[in-house]
């Protein structure tokens, strides 16, 4: 596996400055400031170049028996994302995973720093809290991105959800300035876009197949005839 994943590790937020745009980074580099870390490093070492992403978690909502299972690839960023969060998702929720009749994962996209702060703080709690601060990021979206000029602001937005969903201040500080952590988020995260060939936000798989953002009645449609053709109906 050889990938530049160069992660800019700057001494604290206070440093950081300038604009972002809601980009995807350019093929073969993704290159990310980390709020509260303290060197830098040059992620074309060797060392780097092979990285373990056997760690990162899939964080999954349903019964692990359901008969189908559903991906839903998304950025914390993206506003297409926070429209399917508070519409489809919650019907998705209600009717399907809940229900006991799709297993569905979430998978995050880092198309910009601040979906990867972001995604950072959603998983310092594990697996139990994920969802939870998953809710929180997309409902509070707009609020927290603050227009997305301001890196400093964002890193202390994100904390405060971090904190306001349970979390210990120094635990998410931790969790925010894990270098470690980043790069093999950011290695797992593009081993997933190349191998379902993800482009955009939201990117739905539904056993397997591949589908972009819809209205509700067309995914409960994919979805109940995945549920016939697995004798699940």
């Known amino acids: 596996m050889n990938r530049r994943t160069a992660l800019i590790l700057l001494a604290g937020t206070a440093a950081v400055g300038g604009t972002w745009a809601f980009t995807r980074p350019q093929p073969g580099q993704t290159s990310f400031d980390l709020p509260g870390a303290a060197n830098a490093q040059d992620a074309e070492s060797p060392e780097a170049a092979e990285i373990d992403t056997s760690t990162v978690q899939d964080m999954v909502l349903g019964d692990p028996d359901a008969p189908v299972t559903m991906i839903e690839y998304g950025s914390f960023t ?4 926070a429209a399917f969060h508070a519409e489809q998702y919650q019907e998705l929720k209600r009717d399907y995973i809940d229900t006991g009749k799709v297993r569905f994962i979430f998978r995050e996209v880092y198309f910009d720093r601040f979906g990867l702060w972001a995604s950072m703080v959603a998983r310092c709690g594990g697996e139990l809290r994920f969802f939870g601060i998953h809710d929180l990021i997309y409902e509070t979206q707009s609020e927290w991105i603050a227009g997305g000029r301001d890196p400093a602001a964002i890193a202390d937005n994100l904390r405060r959800l971090g904190i306001q ?10 969790c925010l300035s894990d270098a470690t952590t980043a790069e093999t988020l950011v290695a797992w995260f593009q081993e997933n876009a190349e191998a379902d060939e993800v ?22 449609a994919i979805l109940d005839e995945a549920l016939a053709e697995a004798g699940a109906e």
Do not use: F
Request: include cysteine.
């Open 165 to 174: 969903a349970g979390l210990d201040g120094e635990q998410v500080d931790a």
């Open 199 to 220: 482009q955009a936000t939201p990117t739905l798989m539904v056993q397997g197949e591949k589908y972009s953002n819809m209205a509700y009645d067309d995914l409960s």
């Open 78 to 81: 993206c506003p297409h994302c």
